[in-house]
């Protein structure tokens, strides 16, 4: 294995020799003024170098200095800033203890800057961005959720306006980590899509990666989100929040428990069917009872520290989505349909860290999380040969009958152990993880025959009626990584990670590098390199909208990325932020539907006759084509992604105006079977303005304003005659000696042929800070889409009089919120 990868290895041993010259150190404890406990995670800096740590659990920390005279700073959020002038001599170890004084007072947002600008200097993530909570709760067209925040971020972008999922590089929403206190989540949706599982109230960081993430992380090909939930507070036995708007509620109680610990609890419901359903039902757009989506979820953590250099965390998440509706007399569809859906998350997981020394610390994790659900689907939906946004339909019209119903249950129970170890100039980080996955999933598909051959008629794959699939199967990983200091400038991390994928029986390593240089304390170049792999199955199947049958698969091999990633970070004032970054990632043995040689009828066009006419089609005859469609998964795909971004950011420090400007110029391609085509999330410009505007003591104004140059769509070369199939007979259909005429796409090379209009639209929020019988309270309007842009989204065909009719469907339309936000 090694002859692969000799660079791996030599880096492996250069991380294990000890440096044999003696060295001058600066060691340290810091603790709390008032209860002598340790404050872990304080950042620890020599003023005027780019020399730093951070304490660990015990409160300690260490720094290798050259012999002379040094100011030490500490400063952690919540205490006040100390700083002390140490000696050093050569060889020799100068001890120096901080006993800090507790800040009642808000964190100052210099401070925070420190923070994250010591961070950053020896953080060798290149694609790296730590979202602030608040920054999600103000800004303008976010609707307080980090999945429509991190679109206006470079590289990401979202397929519609009226889900959450995103995409990163090139990439698709499945190729995502979504990660919450260490448990992996595998539908982090709420709504349908609609809003995300993560409430900025009760979130501590969110930390984003859109590629060249280090080995720790892995079974994803594209970006990493990474969320922390916040613990409760302990200065206080009980503390709320309460936040309410047009759509939804939102709860927040905290608070301090016994054995120096805390607890949170959140809680959102939104009330879409309480208010809609009524105005439904009266104007009979639904018939029956009905309920509108809507969802409730429960969020709550415990934290306790009963013993020195430990804490214990308890965490638990439960959210319900349902839908049951009934298309009435006035929809504005001829389709009748019947939608009835319910599904479920539930997440529990427990973690304990401990302290072993002033060099090393260890966590173990210990979780579970279930994503279940029912749905069914039936009705008459209107042959799209005909004109469905015509108000009258013809007495002749075709009703496909369909009928579907479907259950599945993704349950995962997983075991983790982390060990992080500093020694020298090196900080060593080994892991290891256990997945179980028992999945299920089972549908009934019920089509009259005339759907059957309709569907035949395109190329569908033809689906089984019935489907039942349980399987139980393993994921194993372990990961090891070493950051090394060379002197003060130049720090290198590389790494290797195994991961073996039960369900396919194979296992992968993955070779990762990371490499910063500080030019100087304000500009710094850093790469990456890694591979990446991603496993199949059905716990991806949310994101993938793709419909595999694994049980078919023969000699699957998981999908694999290459991550090529050059950046450049200077900061051009003491709050400004310059951003620009490269990126190419190479993309192999992607899975996709299988093509096989099969047979097909087809009809040529005879001149001089109406389209529509039967003497203006030949009789079908049968040719052998090589692209029948099988939902049977193969490696077959392979693709490119490359491109530049720009970022530039306004840090919130005591200033008015603050926010941030981002562009990206993305290529991303697919070949599939040896046919290249532009991927289905290829959008060559991305620009993004936030800016939040501080007018005054109690007025804030923020804007969003987002363009992009859009994705490809599939432009139909023609129209073609339907062809109906029997066991006996062949002929082309018609209606009133009228040929039925369906769209003609074309072949896989006529994909994405056509790109849709610049999407672009501006979100304006405006919100007012007072005070309600002493508890700050913000009430705040928030407008997306100002303007009201009709941003198209797709475009949906049919035939009309003999001529193709395309109709533009349009995202949404200018949606003001109201809200009010109370923190007692």
């Known amino acids: 294995m090694w002859n692969r990868y000799p660079w791996i290895l030599g880096l492996i041993l250069i991380s294990s020799i000890t440096l044999l010259s003696q060295e001058s150190l600066i060691k340290g404890k810091v603790i709390d003024l008032e209860t002598g406990q340790p404050i872990p995670n304080a950042n620890v800096v020599v003023v005027g170098t780019l020399m730093g740590s951070s304490s660990d659990d015990n409160g300690e920390f260490e720094i290798k200095v050259k012999p002379g005279i040094y100011e030490v700073e500490v400063k952690v959020i919540g205490y006040e800033v100390e700083r002390k002038r140490v000696v050093i001599e050569k060889g020799k170890i100068s001890y120096v203890e901080f006993q800090l004084k507790q800040s009642y007072v808000e964190f100052s947002e210099v401070e925070v800057l420190a923070d994250y600008k010591t961070k950053r200097i020896v953080d060798v993530r290149p694609s790296f961005v730590e979202v602030e909570p608040r920054t999600v709760k103000v800004g303008a067209g976010f609707g307080e959720d980090v999945f429509r925040m991190l679109r206006t971020l470079p590289g990401v972008f979202a397929p519609t306006d009226f889900g959450t999922n995103f995409v990163v590089r090139g990439g698709s929403p499945d190729e995502n980590l979504i990660i919450i206190d260490g448990i992996e989540v595998y539908n982090p949706y709420r709504l349908y899509g609609f809003v995300s599982m993560f409430n900025p109230d009760a979130v501590g960081e969110f930390n984003f990666m859109s590629g060249g993430f280090p080995a720790k992380y892995g079974d994803r090909l594209s970006a990493v989100l990474d969320v922390g939930a916040r613990e409760g507070r302990r200065d206080k036995i009980f503390s709320s929040m309460v936040n309410v708007n047009l759509t939804n509620a939102n709860l927040i109680f905290e608070g301090k428990l016994p054995l120096n610990g805390s607890w949170i609890f959140s809680t959102r419901r939104t009330y879409y069917d309480l208010i809609l359903e009524p105005i439904a039902e009266k104007t009979k757009l639904v018939n029956g009872d009905v309920t509108f989506p809507n969802f409730y979820d429960f969020q709550m953590k415990l934290t306790f520290e009963p013993f020195e250099k430990q804490k214990f965390n308890f965490i638990g998440i439960f959210s319900r989505d349902a839908m049951n509706v009934i298309t009435g007399q006035n929809f504005d569809r001829p389709d009748s349909i019947a939608v009835n859906d319910l599904s479920y998350n539930k997440t529990f997981g427990f973690s304990w860290s401990y302290s072993l020394g002033k060099n090393s610390f260890v966590k173990f994790m210990a979780s579970w999380y279930e994503n279940s659900g029912e749905s069914k689907f039936g009705g008459e939906i209107l042959d799209p040969s005909y004109d469905a946004q015509g108000k009258i339909v013809p007495d002749d019209a075709t009703f496909f009958k369909i009928d579907t119903w479907s259950n599945y249950s993704i349950r995962k129970t997983a075991l983790s152990f982390d060990l992080s170890y500093y020694f020298g100039r090196h900080l060593i980080e080994i892991g290891f993880g256990s997945h179980l996955i028992n999945s299920e999933l089972k549908y009934v598909l019920k089509m009259d025959e005339q759907l059957k051959m309709f569907l035949k008629s395109l190329g569908f794959f033809s689906a089984p009626e019935i489907f039942n699939y349980a399987e139980k199967y393993s994921k194993y990983n372990f990961y090891i990584q070493d950051r090394i200091k060379f002197g003060s400038k130049f720090i290198v991390q590389p790494g290797l990670r195994f991961d073996y994928y039960g369900i396919i029986g194979k296992s992968y390593i993955s070779p990762r590098l990371n490499i910063l240089y500080n030019f100087d304390v304000l500009t710094s170049l850093r790469f990456a390199y890694g591979w990446y792999y991603q496993s199949p199955g059905y716990e991806k199947i949310y994101d993938q909208n793709t419909f595999f049958d694994f049980t078919k698969a023969e000699g699957l091999n998981a999908e694999m990325s290459k991550h090529y990633v050059l950046g450049v970070e ?119 303005v936030v800016l939040n505007w501080r007018l005054s003591r109690k007025f804030d104004l923020s804007f969003t304003w987002m363009y992009g140059s859009n994705y490809p769509y599939t432009e139909p070369v023609g129209l073609k005659p339907r062809i109906m199939v029997t066991d006996s007979s062949v002929w082309i259909a018609t209606v009133k000696d009228k040929v039925i005429l369906d769209i003609d796409y074309g072949g896989l090379s006529n994909f994405f042929n056509s790109r849709k209009p610049p999407y672009h639209r501006l979100d304006v929020r405006f919100t007012y800070n007072t005070k309600f019988f002493g508890s700050d309270m913000d009430i705040y309007i928030d407008v997306m889409n100002v303007y009201n842009r009709k941003n198209i989204v797709g475009y949906d065909f049919s035939v009309s009089d003999g001529k193709i009719k395309r109709r533009a469907i349009s995202s949404l339309p200018i949606l003001p919120t109201l809200g009010i936000s109370v923190k007692f």
């Open 570 to 688: 200077r900061w051009l004032t003491s709050d400004v932020l310059f951003r620009v970054e490269s990126y190419y990632k190479d993309f192999d043995n992607l899975i996709v539907r299988k093509r096989v040689q099969g047979t097909k009828w087809v009809s040529d066009r005879i001149p001089d006759h109406p389209i529509t006419d039967r003497r203006g089609w030949s009789d079908p005859y049968l040719v052998v084509v090589p692209d029948s469609v099988t939902s049977i998964p193969v490696n077959m795909g392979d693709g490119k992604a490359y491109g530049f971004e720009i970022f530039l950011e306004k840090r919130k420090v005591k200033t008015k105006v603050y926010g941030w400007v981002s562009y990206s110029y993305s290529i991303a391609r697919r070949k599939i079977y040896g046919v290249d085509i532009p991927f289905i999330f290829d959008q060559r410009h991305t620009f993004n």
